[in-house]
């Protein structure tokens, strides 16, 4: 399995501002997927972010509102732009164990806007 | 798009009872994975299959991937209160690598 660290853990915002969550993972991983967790439901992919190539995103998700950076194989970035009270949710980064399809996910940035 | 119906919603039961969850859909998966959420935690893998009719145990849970490759089954046996929590099925559509997450089933358990 890998140790994945998220940081911040919750945050507060105010609407109209945005928000960078970082993700950390302690070993090298080709895919990392970010996925959306809106209150009381189940979780949502938004992006793939590949190294050295833009993210993929899934329906209903854009680059605009949701941009992804993957500098190298052990991080990346998702920034919520330009925030509303319905980005309130918890966001979830996630890596899979090499050669399967079993995933490993941190353990999430608490976001509530105001 | 594909979609999987998760059931029960939710379950509130007695220490030391068996617990059934299921997952199904109209579409045909590879694999199909379990997880479990704790508040405030993302969700920790329980178990994967990969195969179909493939019973397989982690502990006092088992799962089971269905014969038609469109349902999967999570029984966790003499259930104890660390047990609590949101159970999810996952599927992988396509080989895709990406996940797709059923509604979750809030499990309660009473002392």
């Known amino acids: 399995s890998a140790v994945i660290s998220q940081k911040p853990s919750r945050d507060i915002c105010q609407r109209g501002t945005s928000l960078t969550i970082q993700c950390q993972v302690d070993s090298q991983v080709t895919m990392m997927f970010w996925y959306r967790q809106q209150p009381g439901q189940s979780l949502t992919l938004i992006a793939t972010?590949?190294?050295?190539?833009?993210?993929?995103?899934e329906s209903g998700f854009v680059i605009d509102k949701f941009p992804i950076s993957r500098p190298n194989l052990t991080f990346s970035t998702l920034t919520v732009s330009n925030m509303s009270p319905e980005d309130s949710s918890i966001y979830l980064c996630s890596v899979p164990l090499d050669n399967t399809f079993e995933q490993f996910f941190g353990p999430g940035t608490r976001l509530t806007v105001l | 798009g594909q979609q999987l119906n998760q059931s029960p919603q939710s379950m509130f039961i007695q220490e030391g009872e068996d617990v059934s969850m299921n997952c199904t859909s109209s579409?045909?998966?590879?694999?199909w994975l379990w997880y479990k959420q704790d508040p405030g935690e993302g969700p920790v893998l329980l178990i994967a299959?990969?195969?179909?009719?493939e019973l397989t145990s982690n502990g006092r849970l088992t799962a089971q991937f269905g014969i038609t490759r469109k349902d999967s089954f999570l029984n966790i046996s003499a259930s104890i209160p660390s047990d609590v929590g949101i159970y999810f099925c996952a599927a992988v559509p396509s080989n895709t690598g990406k996940l797709i997450f059923g509604q979750g089933t809030t499990l309660q358990v009473k002392p």
């Open positions: 972010a590949n190294q050295g190539s833009e993210a993929t995103y």
């Open positions: 299959l990969y195969k179909a009719g």
């Open positions: 579409s045909i998966f590879n694999t």
